[in-house]
């Protein structure tokens, strides 16, 4: 079971960045999303992501992101650009509804070898598997943000996920460069976000309660601990579309008076995080 041929579905800021990586390692990639402004903006940000591909990687050259750039195409028409895909990679918003709708539409449409991998950050792939109408072709793959360089890859099953699939899938991340975190049970958050998302919320209730600033809560966080970033530059990072979506799915009243403000102060003014230039703080940042 070898994968060659890969589809992404959903260019934001995750999306673009798997299908930039797996290009880059010479697997021909396919990025697909809903309409041509979201395709004009991925090209866009696959320029963007070649620029930091020379900055950040050593011995990284401008030959071998052409080549990235060249291994990729795009597609509006989810048929064509899943017909010839041995893995099609699910990087849309994290909403249960919308994930398994997108996956009702895939099984329909996709080949019978195709593998079926969720990014989700949150949600566990049993909850999806039976939307995909080929449970035991479907497993979790989760990547760290700036993957390039934060280089893990979360593989989940659920109970009746292939193992001959996970392998392959495991390989596969393990030949676009990343390091293979085999998740052994299912867990909401996999690894790294069980370590993450206690953090995000702590700092989460320290700004809703009006505690302290989300400047001083990141100085706090990297002084204090060594860290590169604080939680809400990690926000900015992720996206506060993403931060909103789960916060607002939870039951706890300090998280969704946190997604009321993301959604009052942030989503609804277009302040979004890096990828538009202005979330909790304004970009570039010297």
Do not use: C
């Amino acid at each position: 079971m070898t994968i060659k041929t890969v589809t992404v579905l959903g260019t934001g800021v995750l999306g673009a960045q798997i299908a930039f990586q797996a290009a880059y390692h010479g697997f021909a990639v396919t990025a697909y999303d809903i309409g041509e402004e979201q395709i004009a903006k991925a090209k866009q940000t696959m320029d963007w992501l070649a620029g930091r591909y020379l900055d950040d990687l050593p011995g990284a050259e401008q030959a071998d992101v052409a080549r990235a750039l060249a291994n990729l195409s795009y597609a509006t028409d989810l048929a064509e650009a899943v017909k010839d895909a041995d893995l099609v990679i699910e990087a849309v918003p994290e909403a249960i509804a919308i994930k398994n709708a997108v996956y009702a539409d895939l099984a329909k449409v996709a080949p019978e070898k195709t593998i079926f991998a969720s990014n989700s950050s949150t949600l566990l792939p049993s909850a999806m598997a039976e939307a995909t109408g080929r449970p035991e072709r479907f497993t979790s793959l989760h990547f760290a943000n700036e993957i390039w360089t934060h280089n893990i890859a979360e593989i989940m099953d659920h109970p009746g996920t292939d193992p001959q699939v996970h392998q392959a899938v495991v390989d596969f991340a393990r030949a676009i460069g990343m390091e293979p975190i085999e998740v052994l049970k299912e867990q909401p958050g996999y690894v790294l976000n069980s370590l993450l998302v206690p953090l995000l919320r702590a700092a989460a209730g320290l700004y809703t309660q009006g505690i302290a600033s989300p400047e001083d809560v990141d100085k706090t966080w990297r002084i204090a601990t060594g860290a590169p970033k604080g939680p809400f530059e990690i926000y900015d990072i992720v996206g506060l579309t993403t931060a909103y979506n789960i916060s607002r799915m939870s039951q706890d009243e300090t998280q969704l008076k946190f997604a009321a403000m993301l959604k009052e102060n942030f989503l609804d003014k277009g302040k979004l995080g890096v990828a538009t230039g202005e979330g909790f703080y304004s970009y570039p940042r010297d």
